[in-house]
């Protein structure tokens, strides 16, 4: 399974950024997905996740009504789109995806994009 990130960047706060995750190596339209993110010091925590069909989605309190994950399994692509940034968004941002194997689960990470929000 192979994910890549893209779309990060600087931006001013109030401003907006869409993510981008391309999938490639696993069925993408059967998988949950997410967006997680880790800010300098800090653990990595869930921003959004979104299940297969994208009929339901969850977000951290911190993003609720400002963050939306949105997924095309007909590009294998999976999304978040980001209005009303914050200096706290800043982090870089991992896409995510699991898969169960023989029992075992398999999870699986990006590279990341960096996300800054100036002040």
């Known amino acids: 399974v192979h994910l890549v990130e893209s779309g990060g960047g600087l931006v001013q706060a109030g401003g907006s950024l869409r993510l981008s995750c391309a999938a490639s190596?696993?069925?993408?339209?059967?998988?949950?997905m997410g967006w997680y993110r880790q800010a300098p010091g800090k653990q990595r925590e869930l921003v959004a996740v979104i299940t297969s069909a994208g009929g339901s989605t969850n977000y951290a309190d911190s993003v609720k009504g400002r963050f939306t994950i949105s997924r095309d399994n007909a590009n294998n692509t999976m999304y978040l789109q980001m209005n009303s940034l914050k200096p706290e968004d800043t982090a870089v941002y991992y896409c995510?995806?699991?898969?169960?194997?023989?029992?075992?689960?398999?999870?699986?990470w990006g590279r990341g994009t960096q996300v800054t929000v100036s002040s």
């Open positions: 190596g696993h069925t993408f339209s059967m998988t949950v």
């Open positions: 995510n995806t699991f898969e169960w194997k023989n029992n075992l689960k398999y999870v699986y």
